[in-house]
């Protein structure tokens, strides 16, 4: 599929949107009247890594902070508007890719300055952005199966890494992106953006501090998969001009292309993704963690309930998630498939407590009117995820999701996956992060990389 080069053009972007910006200069650096009040030796200087929906509208969130001067952009995409889901914020309302995101940063910085602005470079490989000096901070939002090998590499570079959940592909990738943040030093702020929400925060407090008495149960409601795909004997066709293929497959094995691998939909093949279970999954999981108070650990046993996998086709992640989870302190997880739900409900010897991200449900109509007194559990207070990151870089204020919380969050639906495929009730050790007595089940803990990728 070709893209008109002509729709990419700044002068048609102008055109497009009747934004009126007098071409009489090419500055490589913004203007300071832009930033206020920040000096250069205040601002973050940031690249990103992965720009298609995720990674665009967090770019634009990081963009709109007054300290935040953006460098460079990066993703094996060059443009296009195949993404088809419900980002509505790429270039001109439809284009994601590094070239769509060049412009916005481009005309951003364009809009606020006298001159034409051009400061913005883009890349295909993540490689030439991180080894730049001028770089403080990274953004990975690329699929899934990346996301180690860039956050290892960023933080042995020395940068402060954002990156969006899930955290990892596998656990031991996880575990890798943990010791490289610790051994550098650097600040690493996982996406689960819910730990910088009230509501939240709320909830989970009720849960700490025994409003619903001593917690027992936790039920994780996810939405099903969002997309379809080719079933049986599915046929390759050409790589798109817009896509360099062999750079987004990466460390994943080389395999023929179709459009349905590649995009949002990668989310549902094993080779990049866990599916829902970590997509959607990871939010959910980071709650209950967070509410049952054990963010630094996880889960003892792991249990399949008669999850469903495709039979054929492109696809192959799970279909319908089914998986029971059990902590050492008693309380029992159970996640399941339920058409259109997000929904973490926490129930205890004396009520339950329900959230869905946005707003909270209680067992009786008191528990939402509570005020967590000042000698009881205050989670930490974080009101803007991003904010919050910057704040930890340049004051070093606690960060909201650190990467060793991340990790642990993330891990729950990677040893589920693990359950749901091997049809299995596995023993799971959280300090030694492996199954216990199951080398079947270890296996699966790792992914062979595809050379010269590596963790």
């Known amino acids: ?12 972007f102008i055109k497009r949107t009747g934004l009126a910006v007098a071409a009489i200069a090419a500055p490589t650096v913004v203007p300071s009247s832009v930033f206020g009040a920040n000096a250069p030796s205040n601002r973050i200087t940031m690249g990103f890594i992965g720009v298609g929906g995720m990674g665009t509208n967090d770019m634009r969130n990081f963009m709109g902070q007054p300290d935040v001067q953006i460098l460079a952009v990066c993703d094996p995409v060059k443009a296009t508007n195949q993404y088809g889901h419900w980002y509505t914020h790429g270039w001109n309302g439809s284009y994601f890719g590094r070239e769509a995101a060049r412009m916005i940063v481009n005309d951003y910085y364009s809009s606020k300055s006298a ?63 943990v010791e490289a943040v610790e051994r550098n030093a650097v600040k690493f702020q996982t996406g689960t953006h819910r730990r910088s929400d009230a509501s939240t925060r709320f909830a989970c407090e009720l849960v700490c ?60 093949i094993q080779d990049y993704s866990g599916g829902q279970t970590t997509n959607n999954g990871v939010h959910a999981f980071d709650i209950v963690q967070w509410g049952n108070g054990t963010d630094y650990t996880g889960p ?50 004396d009520g ?16 939402k009117s509570v005020k967590i007194k000042p000698n009881e559990i205050h989670l930490y207070k974080s009101e803007n995820h991003y904010r919050n990151f910057l704040d930890a870089i340049k004051s070093g204020v606690r960060l909201a999701a650190p990467v060793q919380i991340g990790h642990r969050s993330t891990t729950i639906p990677l040893i589920g996956n693990i359950a749901m495929k091997l049809k299995k009730k596995l023993e799971w050790d959280p300090q030694k992060e492996r199954f216990v007595g199951d080398d079947e089940a270890n296996k699966i803990l790792n992914k062979p990389m595809r050379a010269p990728w590596r963790v």
């Open 1 to 12: 599929m070709r893209i008109n080069e002509s729709k990419l053009s700044r002068r048609n």
């Open 115 to 177: 001159g034409s602005y051009k400061g913005c470079d883009a890349y295909i490989d993540y490689r030439k952005l991180v080894e730049r000096t001028d770089i403080d901070a990274v953004m990975i939002a690329t699929p899934d199966h990346w996301h180690a090998a860039i956050a290892v590499a960023a933080a042995d570079s020395g940068k402060h890494i954002y990156g969006e959940k899930p955290l990892s592909l596998t656990v031991n990738e996880g575990r890798a992106m």
């Open 209 to 268: 501090n025994g409003y619903i008495g001593e917690l027992k149960h936790a039920e994780v409601l996810l939405a099903g998969n969002n997309r379809t795909a080719p079933t049986g004997a599915w046929k390759p066709v050409p790589v798109p001009d817009w896509l360099d293929y062999d750079m987004w497959l990466g460390p994943a094995p080389k395999v023929p292309y179709h459009p349905k691998r590649c995009l949002y939909s990668f989310r549902f």
């Open 300 to 349: 003892i046993l792991v249990e399949d309930l008669g999850a469903k996998f495709p039979k054929d086709g492109l696809f192959d992640v799970v279909s319908y998630i089914h998986f029971r989870a059990l902590y050492a302190n008693g309380v029992e997880l159970i996640c399941r498939t339920e058409p259109d739900a997000f929904q973490i409900t926490f129930t205890g010897t």
């Open 352 to 367: 339950w407590v329900s959230t869905n991200g946005r707003e909270v449900q209680t067992s009786r109509e008191s528990l």
